[in-house]
């Protein structure tokens, strides 16, 4: 008797586990009030860098968006490339040119030659965008959410479309943490569920039984309350908001022989953990996630 | 005061008392602090721990907790072993005694001053009673070591069934002996680095420096300190069992001498990834685990042979289901070598995958997954080695009847369910989108926490049970005081 009993509670267990998930699910929409057009200005200086918190220098200022590339932004760039030439459909993707890197022959590196590269995949459930063989549209509700599903080629090719750049691995973390002390997210040295979009942090925008945590707007953590869910202010010392969780950021930055980019913030789909400043991931550039987005920076 | 002088004599002056001890250490190691990580946290139960219990968690210290969290679990296993040793082996007393003193008094320092003082705050001293109990349990690794040597006539093996040299040198001695000697030698790899990084107090986790394509020799040295020590923490185990199910004939004749090849080749191919053999160290350590594994299965071919044999001698030609119910009569006997079988599935078939496709498949997904598959793959492999242990312990107990055969298959059952999901939750990349995955996570999750929580449960029973025995008079405990385990080998 008891035998049945527990294989039909497994069966049934494993059978919730073949819920469909609907990616097209309706998201609540919400106007932070954070400008994703705006920038701010680092100032040159030294910060505690990494976890050891190292007193390094940058001895330059540089800009940086206040916010990630938002889909709205993301998909007036696509647009424009795609009619200008610079993009082009190929398959089932939009493919842009990239130079090359220096091929070291290094144990597991990829050789990442001068060519066309993967920007954005079409037709994938998971994108926030529409292609209708010429044009892009957003899905609404995602204006204001960060572009993700993007490859870091896809990330370089926005930011130098407008004549910016990716931060580096350094920038992006002084950004982050500030310069006075050696915190470890950019608000400072605890984490709150409502400091920022992690994994199970049950913001409005998610739903473990079905699709789990989502996007969250940019700046969507700033201190006000949303339908009853009061967010706490979340910016960083400069002023950016999400630099720790919702997407991880690609930088720029190569090592030699390590054909890998990095990625840094932390994801909604990831443990508190992985949104402390210096913790890095990294994937091959053509790699692209619903996780993962990006923001530009730019010499004042 | 009497009672109290008893009841101390038997949990530290008894191999099944110390045994006892070690594992009751673990068990509420794992239970506190099992509560601050995975999806303890989710739930929010990690706030109420670490308030209730006043840790004090530094972001950016982090790493060096849980490293000192592991090794502090890992120090009470190693004693747990060591006693078993101490126990199955011939020895002088001297050694036998000191030995156990040292480890003793090691891991305990280890627990509870290295966990003081990693979530509570830094006091130096207790950092330094951390340090000191390391220290000791290497010492007492020597003096193992000494004890173990299989040259002594002493040790010599009488009987032909057994294997052993020309001479008579006990074959199965010398494999206890080389594991030793190599596993107080590996020690060396993470004890060099861990006091260059604990001088500047910088620390990492091996998987989140994996992928880095320069890594400094100690950087090299603690990835394979991690590695061997796991390795030969399972080899000894896989001796011990061995060992107490009286593993004898051709087949331990030929298991034997490929455990000692295995464990030195596979300890110079892990030492070689500190060193300009780098690039070759992986092929050195297949080469080792390849004869290690194959005197694993020789010993589970025999065992289950005798387990067969055993439950169908009365009858004259067994069927196939008669064999089959005779090998799964009793749990306790079977389960240790079927979880070792199982390992396959959760670990060496993942890591040579891993290391088939690494180029193909695993280096194009982020970092992010390659980290969960290896935590993954070094968190099964540890919990195996724990199920293993609990099945050796459950006979050494005396568990019999429905009692031993629901002990038994609990630990097993609930531990292969967990570790099963473990294993499809590391992989789920193959077969499913980071979009689409929160059904399939979340049922994975639930059979991994229902697997665990079950098993701490059953654990926390048996240890109640064992704890309320010791207020018997007349308790179970007396007659455990003066067995050894050398005196409990299957005939």
Known sequence: MKRPFLAVLLFATLLASCVPVDLSASIPTYDTGVDPTAWITVPAGSFNAGQEAKPTAIDYDYQIMVTDVTVSQYVDFLNAALADGTLKVSGDQIVGPYPGDEFQGAKHELEISAGDYIIVPINDPASRFNFDGSNFTVISGWENHPMTNVSWFGAWSYCGYYSFRLPSELEWEKAARGSADDRPFPWGYEIARNNANFYASRDPFEDM??????????????????????????????????????????????????????????SKGTYDMDLRIWVRNSAPPMYYSPSVGFRCVQNP | MQFIKDRFNYLFNSTKGLILVAIAMIAIETAIFGMVSGPMAEFGVRDVIVRTLGMKLVEAEREGRIIILYHSIAMAVVA????????????????????????????????????????????????????????????????????????????????????????????????????????????????????????????????????????????????????????????????????????????????????????????????????????????????????????????????????????????????????????????????????????????????????????????????????????????????????????????????????????????????????????????????????????????????????????????????????????????????????????????
């Not at chain 2, 078939?349 to 194009?364: N, P, S, T, W, Y």
């Not at chain 2, 993954?376 to 005396?398: E, F, K, N, P, Q």
């Open chain 1, 209 to 266: 039984s079905t699709f789990g945590s989502r996007t969250s707007p940019v700046g969507f953590y700033n201190g006000k309350t949303y339908d009853g869910y009061s967010t706490l202010n979340s910016v960083s010392p400069y002023g950016l908001y999400d630099m720790a969780g919702n997407v991880w950021q690609w930088v720029g930055g190569i090592l030699p022989g390590f054909s890998d980019r990095f990625m840094h913030g932390g």
């Open chain 2, 80 to 491: 747990i072993e060591t006693y078993m040793i101490t126990s199955l082996l011939m020895m002088k007393e001297f050694y036998k005694q000191a030995v156990r003193v040292l480890i003793t008094v090691g891991y305990i320092l280890t627990i509870i001053f290295g966990m003081g003082f990693a979530y509570w705050g830094h006091n130096w001293v207790f950092h330094g009673l951390f340090i000191t109990g390391l220290s000791l349990i290497f010492f007492a690794g020597v003096l193992l070591v000494i004890a173990l040597w299989p040259w002594n006539k002493e040790y010599y093996q009488p009987e032909k069934a057994y294997a052993r040299t020309k001479k008579g040198v006990d074959v199965e001695r010398m494999a206890f002996f080389a594991t030793a000697l190599t596993t107080v030698l590996s020690s060396l790899f993470g004890a060099i680095p861990g006091s260059y990084y604990g001088n500047g107090f910088e620390t990492f986790m091996a998987q989140d420096i994996i992928r880095l394509p320069e890594k400094t020799v100690m950087e090299y040295s603690v990835i394979g300190h991690l590695h061997i020590m796991l390795a030969l923490i399972a080899i000894m185990l896989t001796l011990i069992i061995g060992c107490w199910l009286n593993f004898k004939g051709i087949l331990h004749k030929i298991a034997m001498p490929l455990m000692i090849l295995g464990t030195i080749v596979l300890n110079l191919g892990v030492w070689g990834v500190a060193t300009p053999l780098e690039p070759v160290a992986h092929m050195i350590i297949y080469v080792g685990a390849t004869p290690a594994m194959l005197a694993a299965l020789f010993l589970l071919i025999w065992e289950w042979g005798q387990l067969i044999r055993e439950g169908t001698s009365h009858l004259q030609k067994p069927n196939f289901g008669q064999k089959i119910s005779a090998l799964l009569h009793d749990p306790l006997r079977f389960g240790p070598l079927w979880q070792m079988l199982f390992m396959n599935f959760t670990t060496s078939f993942v890591g040579i995958i891993m290391a088939v496709e690494l180029d193909k498949i695993f280096r194009l997904w982020p970092a992010l997954e390659e980290r969960i598959e290896l935590t993954g793959h070094w968190h099964a492999l540890s919990a195996i080695i724990a199920t293993i242990i609990l099945l050796y312990y459950g006979d050494m107990i005396g568990l019999k009847g429905k009692l031993r055969k629901l002990y038994g298959w609990s630990i097993i059952i609930l531990s292969d369910i967990a570790l099963a999901s473990v294993t499809v939750f590391e992989m789920k990349r193959l077969f499913i989108s980071e979009a689409t995955q929160q059904p399939l996570v979340n049922t994975l999750m639930l059979l991994m926490d229902i697997g665990l929580s079950l098993l701490l449960v059953l654990l926390a029973i048996v240890l109640i049970w064992r704890l309320l025995d010791l207020f018997k008079r007349k308790g179970r405990w007396t007659e455990e005081v003066e067995n050894e385990l050398s005196e409990e080998v299957e005939k």
